[in-house]
C-alpha cells in the first residue's frame, strides 16, 4: 500500500516559537492529504485539507492564521503551527487516501508536538 | 449525535475469545467504512474495509455492515494480547471527509 512519511516523530519547542511538520508521499502522488489533531485518549480531529497548488481547506474553529498548510508539491505538504501555545501541545498526524486500501486513509507516522 | 459512534471501553477479553466492536453512524448516505487499529502513542493503520451489507472476512478479522440499521461491526477471532490497542471506526460522509468515532479500548489478557 501507499506509504506517508511524517517528521519530525517528536518536537518540543518554546512558547511562541513556531514549528514545521512534514508530510511526504512515498511512493505515490498526492494531490490531497488530510490533516488530524489527536488528544490523548480521544479520537481524531480532522483539521484542514491540503490541496496541491491551492490553499487549504480549513474544518470549522481551526485557526488558519495559526495552523499554515502549504501542499506545493505533488509529494510534500507541510504544517506550521505559529506562535506555539502549551495548548497547541497534541499529536498530529498527515495522510493521504490510498486507491489500494479502498480509499481509506494511510497515515504518516504522527508528531508529538510538546510546547513549553 | 455524533457522526460516528462508539463505546469507548475499555472491552476486556481472554486470550483466545472472539472480541466484538460495534460502531453506530448518522449519515444514512455514507457508503465506505473502514476499521482502523491505533497501538498507544503510534498512528492509526487500515485493518478493514468494507462497503456492501454483509460480512467480509479477512484472516481472524471479519468485518459486518448493515446499512439499513446504520451499524458497522468488527470481530476479532482468537484474541492475541498483541490485539490489544484501541480500534477506529471512520466513515466516509457525503461531503467525502473520512470521519473517526472516539475508539474503543481492547484489552486481551493472556
Known amino acids: 500500500g501507499a506509504v506517508v512519511s511524517q517528521h519530525p516523530s517528536r518536537v518540543i519547542c518554546k512558547s511562541g516559537t513556531s514549528v514545521k511538520i512534514e508530510c511526504r508521499s512515498l511512493?505515490?502522488?498526492?494531490?490531497?492529504m488530510f490533516w488530524y489533531r489527536q488528544f490523548p485518549k480521544k479520537s481524531l480531529m480532522l483539521m484542514a485539507t491540503s490541496n496541491e497548488g491551492s490553499k487549504a481547506t480549513y474544518e470549522q474553529g481551526v485557526e488558519k492564521d495559526k495552523f499554515l498548510i502549504n501542499h506545493a508539491s505533488l509529494t510534500l505538504s507541510t504544517l506550521t503551527v505559529t506562535s506555539a501555545h502549551p495548548e497547541d501541545s497534541s499529536f498530529y498526524i498527515c495522510s493521504a487516501r490510498d486507491e489500494g486500501q479502498g480509499y481509506g486513509y494511510t497515515f504518516g507516522s504522527g508528531t508529538r508536538l510538546t510546547v513549553v | 449525535q455524533k457522526e460516528v459512534e462508539q463505546n469507548s471501553g475499555p472491552l476486556s477479553v481472554p486470550e483466545g475469545a472472539i472480541a466484538s466492536l460495534n460502531c453506530t453512524y448518522s449519515d444514512r448516505g455514507s457508503q465506505s467504512f473502514f476499521w482502523y487499529r491505533q497501538y498507544s502513542g503510534k498512528s492509526p493503520e487500515l485493518i478493514m474495509f468494507i462497503y456492501s451489507n454483509g460480512d467480509k472476512e479477512d484472516g481472524r478479522f471479519t468485518a459486518q455492515l448493515n446499512k439499513a440499521s446504520q451499524y458497522v461491526s468488527l470481530l476479532i477471532r482468537d484474541s492475541q494480547p498483541s490485539d490489544s490497542a484501541t480500534y477506529l471506526c471512520a466513515v466516509y460522509n457525503q461531503g467525502g471527509k473520512l470521519i473517526f468515532g472516539q475508539g474503543t479500548e481492547l484489552s486481551v489478557k493472556p
Open positions: 511512493d505515490f502522488q498526492a494531490t490531497t
